[in-house]
Structure formats: C-alpha cells, structure tokens
C-alpha cells in the first residue's frame, strides 16, 4: 500500500506538469485566435478582451506549477525528490510562486467573472442593472479592484512560509504551521492572523 501511494503521487506530479504543459499551449491558442487580425471584425468585443485576459492568469498558473518543479518533494521518501530544493534561492523560489499561484488564481476568477457578465449582457434586451453597469464599465476600471484584491490578499500566502535551514526532516520552505516547536511554544497574533486571513483568501477565492 505504501509502496502503491509513492508510485500514485509520482503520477500525479508528472500528470500535474504535463496537463500545465498542455494548458498553456491551449490559452495561447485561444490568445492567438481573438487577437489574429483575420478575425478583427468579429473577435473584438469586451467579453472576447475578457477572455484573452482569463487565459493570461491561466498560463502564469501553468507556468508557475512547472516552476514548483524545482522544490517538489515525495515526503517523506519517494521516487522523485529535487536535489536543489535545500538551497536558499530555491526556498524563497517557492515563497514568490506562491504568491504569484494565488495571485493569478483569483485574477483568472475576476477575469472569468468579467467575461460571463459581459457575455451575458449581449443575450436578449433586458438586463439587471448590475449587468448594464459591468457591461459600460471599462476593462481598465474593471481589474484595478482585482488586481489590487489580488496582491494585497496574496501576500499571506507567501507569509506563511519561513525559510528552512536547520530541519532537513521537513519541507522546504518551512510552513508556519510545520515548526511545531516554535508554533506551540511562541505562537502569537503575526501568525494566528496569517492562518485566519489564509482561510478567508481559501473560501473567498
């Protein structure tokens, strides 16, 4: 059985990478055809604009999973472990693409949110006036609020990792919550806030 997880998380982890390979490759198809010159007449309404903007957040998603390639780890022991995970770079590596994983997750959200909302006010006559607000609101003032929400709300991602230079038996990075000692004996509000305001991100996102 244990034998059978190690074999089942190392398929994920190739899975996981060749899908991102393969989503990125598509989102830029997507791109490619809304913004091809050929297709100027018909692909340049604001839910098109929208949808080129959701499949951008999606490629940085994708090319942020490749990147986590850098510091996976089968934990405790397992087939594939990276060699270069220990090293400072490599941890603070981790810490910026998870900030930037979170970032893009709930831009691609907005984005998303933008697009069905302008889509649908192009269906029938007679629309709510939260639609007709969206649909005349520029896509410029549309994503500051998301793109201000986003990073200001990811930033807790980030903060819930510590670097790891002295507990080779853990991950690296150190989660906040890993460094059991540290946790149970100098457990204050910095950190009680981080795992309140990560739950939040979690349930809004």
Known sequence: LFDFSLIFQLILIILANLLALLAI???LIVIYVILNEKNKKTMRGKHYIFMCLHCGSNC???LIQLLNLASECQYPIGFYCSA???IIGIQYLKIVTEYFTSFARLLSNFTYLGFSLNRM???GSEHGKFIKFIS???ILKYMIIPV???AGLSVCKALQFDINLD???LAFPLGINQNYERTVCQLNARHIAINIVNAIYDIFN
């Open 25 to 27: 490759i598509n989102n």
């Open 60 to 62: 940085l998603i994708c």
């Open 136 to 138: 005349e609101l520029s």
């Open 167 to 169: 507990l080779p038996e």
């Open 84 to 86: 270069i995970r220990e």
């Open 121 to 123: 006010s192009k269906i």
């Open 148 to 150: 201000v929400l986003s």
